[in-house]
C-alpha cells in the first residue's frame, strides 16, 4: 500500500500500511523470493523500464530519498521489530529516509511482530491541499539503528506477556504520533499560507493523547496548491498561539535547492497554533 503511492503520488492524498515490505532487497527468506520469481533474482542485475535496476526500483526508501521534490501522500505506517518474516531494519529505513527528504508520515512500532498494526490521521487528507511534514519532533521515541543486542532485553507488555527485544532503541514508539492539523481552515493562495497544527488531547475516556502540553519540532509546508516557492525565495513565517491569540514564534527563512522551506523547532501545544508563511517581496 506504499509501494504504488510512493511512485505515483499524484493519484493518493494517503498511504496507510501494516508491516509492509518497503525495501525487498533486505527481507529475507520466503517474503525475498517471492520479490525473486518475479523480478529476477539479485544477481542477474535485471533493469526496470525506467532504467533502474529493478531491485532498486523496488526500494521505498530509495525512490523517497531520490525524489525530495515530490509531492508524496501522507505516508502513515507500522512495524514489529520482532517481525521475522520481513524483519525490522528495512522499516526504519524507510522511517529514516522520510525524515531526511522531509515527507508527511507518521510511524509506529512495538514488539509484536507481524501483527504491529500501522498509523492512521483520522483527518480527511486530499490530493488537493496542502499538508504539513513534521519531522525531529520532541516527543519521537528512538527506533535506533536496527543494531542487535548482545543479548535480549525482557519487556513485560500490559497484558503480561514478556516479550524480547533484540535491537537499540526503544521497545515500542512512535514519529509524529501526537501531532495533527485542521483541513478545515488551509489557506494556500499566492503569496501567503497557513495551517493550524496541535497536540492532540485525551479522548472522553481518558485515553490517547500526547504526554506533554508542548512540544517543538521542524514543519515543512507539502502539496502546495497556490503558493509557490523557488530555490532561494525569502519568507517570514510566525506561530501564533490560538489560546490566547498571541505570537510566541516569528522569523525568516529561505529555499533550500528543493525549493522547500522548514520551520525548525516550531512550537506546538494542545491548545493549537496558527502558522503562517508570508513571501518577501
Known sequence: STFI??????????????????????????FHESYARTNGGMKFNIKHESGMPVWEYLSDPKIVRDNPRAN?????????????????PQAIELAKALQEARHPHGFVWNLRGHGAGHFQTGLDLRTDQSLPAFTKCTLDNNFGTATRLKEAVPV?????QIMKDVYDGDHRGQLNGYLRWKTDDVV???????????????????????PKDECTVNITPRRLQQFTIKKGDKLKWTNTSLVDNKVVQSGTVTADEHGLVTLEKARVTKGANRIALVAVK
Not at 5 to 29: L, N, T
Not at 72 to 88: A, E
Open 5 to 30: 503511492p510512493i511512485r505515483y503520488p499524484e493519484r493518493f492524498a494517503y498511504a496507510y500500511s501494516a508491516v509492509g515490505i518497503h525495501d525487498p532487497a533486505r527481507v529475507k527468506g520466503g
Open 72 to 88: 508524496l501522500p501522507f505516508i502513515g505506517f507500522g512495524n514489529g521489530k520482532n517481525d521475522h518474516g520481513i524483519g525490522w
Open 156 to 160: 513485560k507488555m500490559p497484558w503480561g
Open 188 to 210: 494556500d493562495e499566492a503569496g501567503r499560507w497557513e495551517m493550524t497544527v496541535y497536540l492532540m488531547k485525551k479522548d472522553r475516556r481518558g485515553r490517547g493523547g500526547a
